[in-house]
Nanobody, 122 residues
């Protein structure tokens, strides 16, 4: 499955963005999906995971209550709604597809999108 993430941009603190991840090739509905991010000079970090049918979600503690992961299997698209953005959310955000529901370990995800940059200024 090929993944393409988009929707990043440069915003001010307190703003919102919605990232999308479109799947092509093979449908994404057969995969658990995850969002990760990597800030300059830092390790890749789990952000959110969405189960196969979207019924279960998991989040990094620092984004709970601000970010919401969802998916539309009919459109083969996964979303990450990001509200109340903070400068520390600045990173390249990646979507990924795997088969272990709710995993926070990037090694459990076999397919990755190319990343979309989110920059939050104070």
């Amino acid at each position: 499955v090929q993944l393409q993430a988009f929707g990043g941009g440069s915003v001010q603190a307190g703003s919102s963005l919605r990232l999308s991840c479109a799947a092509s090739g093979r449908t994404s509905r057969g995969y658990d999906m995850g969002w990760f991010r990597q800030a300059p000079g830092k390790e890749r970090e789990f952000v959110a995971a969405i189960s196969l049918n979207g019924g279960n979600t998991w989040y990094l503690d620092s984004v709970k209550g601000r970010f919401t992961g969802s998916r539309d299997n009919a459109k083969n698209t996964v979303y990450l709604q990001m509200n109340s953005l903070k400068p520390e959310d600045t990173a390249v955000y990646y979507c990924a597809a795997g088969t272990l529901s709710g995993s926070r370990d990037y090694r459990q995800y076999a397919y990755w999108g190319q990343g979309t940059l989110v920059t939050v200024s104070s």
